[in-house]
C-alpha cells in the first residue's frame, strides 16, 4: 500500500511544500497562518512509530515550518500539535497565533468554523509560504 493523503486532509487543505520526510499543507481557514505537516509514510499513526532517525527528521521539518511562518507573519506564539483524534493519520499543525485572533488565548480547535480564503488569497498565500520553503 503506498501513502496516500487522508480525504479529510486533502478537503481542507493546499499542498504548499515537500520535504525530505513531509509533505507541508496549508489549512483552508484565513483566520490563522496554519500549516500541517503530514510524513509521507504508510499506515503512521503516532510519532512514536517512526524510526528514530524519522523521528529527528520531522522535528527539523516542524522547526522549519516554524521558521517560515515566524518571518512571514511575525506570530504573538506558535502552536504545534499532533491530535489526531478525527483525523488518525499522523500529521502535525503548526499554527501562528496572535494576541488578537479570534481564538487567543484558547487552542484553534472549536473556536468557531473556518473562513476559507478567497481563491486569490489562497493561491498568493500558498505561493509566498512555499517560496519560503523553496529559499
Excluded at 31 to 46: A, H, K, N, S, T
Amino acid at each position: 500500500m503506498a501513502f496516500a493523503l487522508h480525504p479529510t486532509l486533502a478537503r481542507d487543505t493546499v499542498e504548499v511544500a515537500r520535504l525530505a520526510l513531509c509533505r507541508v499543507l496549508l489549512m483552508n481557514d484565513r483566520r490563522f497562518p496554519w500549516l500541517i505537516l503530514v510524513p509521507e509514510r504508510e499506515d503512521l499513526r503516532e510519532i512514536h512509530d517512526l524510526p528514530p532517525a524519522e523521528r529527528s527528521t520531522l522535528i527539523e521539518e516542524i522547526a522549519h515550518a516554524g521558521r517560515v511562518l515566524v518571518d512571514l507573519f511575525q506570530p504573538d506564539k506558535l502552536n504545534t500539535g499532533a491530535l489526531g483524534n478525527l483525523v488518525p493519520q499522523l500529521h502535525l499543525h503548526v499554527i501562528a497565533r496572535f494576541k488578537a485572533d479570534a481564538a487567543w488565548p484558547g487552542p484553534v480547535w472549536g473556536s468557531g468554523a473556518a473562513v476559507v480564503y478567497a481563491a486569490s488569497d489562497l493561491e498568493e498565500i500558498r505561493r509566498r509560504i512555499a517560496k519560503a520553503f523553496a529559499g
